[in-house]
């Protein structure tokens, strides 16, 4: 995608670098903060007295020349020439004074400005949809914002210490060597000026296309890695690793011969640089020599002419260097803002209220619904769970029964039907409000890299650690963590690694309980446990449910032949519903599943009596 959008339209690459940088324009000089705004006028204002500091110098060098350059030479220091000696030193120093005030003032400004932008765009990053994280890869978004914040620090940066203050020195030399030396002097300059930057720009242009590939190449590697190192079991299990080398190789060996171009390029653009400044210094010489000559300028004019010229083409310098910086940081900065401009495809209604107060009635009415359009997962699905009861969602595999719950949630939103959540439309409340009234026990929990009482917490982040013990009691889980040498203060690993799966399981039982919400949605949420855990757990989740709308989703169906409705999904179809016993005497598909699982109950029970 990248590719063909840096490759074609430059048009509207450049309108597009233009709104970036008025994008960014709105962090620097914030509404509602006049101290930022004082902070920046100061700052130009420290930042004109250094340029003005640093034109002065070669006038002052002029002077002394002349004074010392009087027919007869110079027997002894008199009084001028020392005055201006000093004066000299002091340029110098205001120079470097104003130059670093000006740093220090606008520190904040910038910094504010970094973090603005980076809290946004994660805030942001989090409004987004399930279905724009599933399509990303989570390497190289914070790839994204970290080059985006880079780049925004960059920017300002060169902006404020390089490219502004490059510009005044030109017009001030430009129009001192007009109003001292004439005006081909002046034009000289301007000229060689020109020509300089010109040649700089087009040069950097081009070798910038090299630098584009060595960053794509540079992110398809760390974003190879990084999946490669999330999936270090599965590499292991097959014993892949020299095929993860090799794809890993691959991609940084396009970064390797990029990187060599862009290189090697470089020595172009030195030479074309030196030659023109050459040119433009002995044109310059020449002509003030003659001046000398002819007693139209003194030694002193001399000197400073060369003097003025020399401090213009030492920013001049890195040109290259900071053009191709300020342009990648665009670039950077542009895909963080593009980030920013993703829309939240579900969005909250404008008109959206949080949810009213209920006993969380839950209703399904005819909801169609598929991931993608050419695929419809679930059919006209109907069905009702009344304030306080329980009703268990059973089926195969696939049947489409996790997808419920994240419509639940509104993760996506359905095709047509609707879900409505104590007679309220879920597309008429504010997310956080529905959300906050459902808690899950998801079928593969992911927990935080932190401590198990952080995850536990994690359910209701003001809970004291005393709450969160007791929840961690109702979930069976106390025991084991207590026995831990480090108990709660115990670090998960990453994504819970360390946790087996009916430890994670419990700790997410643990941190629902915590949440306490009025509905609460269990999917497969003891399907890792042995049947004695499970059995345990069962009993706490009973008079934890007590009271509260549950939505049971389970392979096991001991688990919920107490329910008040099983429904039987089936292709993303209701097959049958109905009460454990009616189902049996229906003897349909989940009387079928019965029979079955007992027919293993029973076996497991023999094997257990013997062992
Ligand atoms: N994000 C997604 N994009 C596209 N298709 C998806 C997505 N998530 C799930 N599906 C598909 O939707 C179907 C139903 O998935 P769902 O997770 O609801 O099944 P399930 O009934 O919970 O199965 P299981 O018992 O194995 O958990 C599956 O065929 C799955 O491939
Ligand atoms: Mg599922």
Redesign the pocket.
């Known amino acids: 995608m990248d590719k063909t959008k840096f490759d074609s339209h430059s048009q509207s690459e450049k309108r597009s670098h233009f709104k970036t940088a008025v994008n960014l324009l709105d962090y620097i000089w914030t509404k509602d903060r006049m101290d930022l705004k004082i902070r920046v006028l100061i700052a130009f204002g420290f930042l004109l007295a250094a340029e003005i500091a640093t034109v002065y110098s070669p006038y002052i060098l002029k002077f002394l020349v002349d004074d010392l350059t009087v027919e007869g030479g110079v027997d002894v220091l008199v009084v001028v020439p020392v005055a201006l000696i000093i004066a000299y030193g002091v340029a110098r120093v205001l120079q470097q004074a104003f130059g670093e005030l000006r740093d220090a003032i606008f520190a904040k400004v910038g910094q504010n400005a970094i973090r603005q932008v980076a809290l946004k765009t994660f805030r942001h990053l989090h409004r987004l949809s399930?279905?724009f994280h599933?399509d990303r890869q989570t390497g190289g978004l914070s790839r994204v914002i970290e080059r985006g914040t880079k780049g925004i620090d960059f920017l300002l940066r060169f902006m404020l210490f390089n490219i502004i203050p490059t510009v005044l020195k030109i017009l001030f030399i430009c129009g001192i060597m007009w109003v001292e030396y004439g005006m081909a002097m002046s034009l000289i300059t301007a000229a060689t000026l020109i020509g300089y930057i010109y040649f700089t720009l087009a040069v950097t242009e081009w070798r910038l296309k090299y630098r584009r590939k060595m960053n794509d190449k540079d992110s398809e590697a760390n974003t190879k890695a990084i999946d490669s190192l999330l999936n270090f079991e599965t590499v292991k299990y097959f014993g892949n690793e020299h095929h993860e080398a090799e794809r890993f190789d691959k991609a940084i060996a396009g970064y390797e011969k990029a990187a060599v171009r862009s290189q090697t390029s470089l020595a172009y653009l030195n030479i074309g640089q030196g030659f023109i400044i050459a040119t433009g210094m002995v044109l310059v010489l020449y002509i003030s020599a003659e001046g000398v000559a002819s007693g139209a300028m003194t030694v002193g004019d001399f000197v400073a002419a060369h003097a003025f010229l020399m401090l213009l083409v030492q920013p001049l310098n890195f040109l290259g260097f900071v053009y191709r910086e300020i342009k990648q940081s665009l670039v950077d900065m542009e895909k963080m803002f593009e980030l920013l401009d993703v829309g939240r495809e579900i969005d909250d209604n404008p008109h959206a209220v949080p949810l009213p107060e209920g006993g969380g009635e839950i209703e399904f009415s005819a909801v169609n619904f598929g991931?993608?359009e050419n695929?419809q997962?679930l059919h006209d699905v109907s069905f009702k769970v009344k304030t306080g009861q329980k009703v268990a969602i059973v089926?195969?595999?696939?049947?489409?029964?996790?997808?419920?719950s994240?419509i639940l949630f509104r993760f996506y939103d359905v095709n047509s039907g609707k879900v409505t959540i104590d007679g309220q439309d879920i597309r008429d409340v504010t997310q956080q409000s529905l959300r906050a009234a459902i808690g899950i026990v998801p079928?593969d929990t992911v927990l935080f890299n932190d401590t198990i009482s952080y995850n536990v917490g994690y359910g209701r982040p003001e809970a004291s650690q005393q709450d969160i013990e007791e929840a961690a009691r109702l979930a069976s889980i106390d025991g084991f963590i207590e026995k831990l040498p480090e108990g709660y203060a115990t670090m998960v690993g990453e994504r819970g690694l360390k946790l087996s799966g009916g430890e994670k399981q419990r700790v997410a039982i643990a941190r629902t309980i915590l949440k306490s919400p009025r509905i609460l949605l269990f999917?497969?949420a003891t399907s890792a446990l042995d049947s004695r855990t499970e059995r345990e757990i069962q009993e706490s989740l009973k008079e934890v449910s007590k009271n509260r709308t549950t939505l049971v989703?389970a392979?096991r169906l001991s688990t919920v032949v107490d329910a008040d409705e099983i429904i039987v999904?089936d292709s993303?179809h209701i097959a049958e519903k109905g009460t454990h016993q009616e189902l049996l005497e229906k003897q349909g598909q989940y009387a079928e599943m019965w029979a079955r699982q007992q027919e293993v109950a029973s076996y497991q029970e023999k094997l257990d009596a013997i062992t």
């Open positions: 399930l279905r599933m991931y993608e695929r997962i089926g195969p595999s696939g049947a489409g029964k996790s997808t419920i994240r079928q999917d497969e989703i392979h999904l993303g």
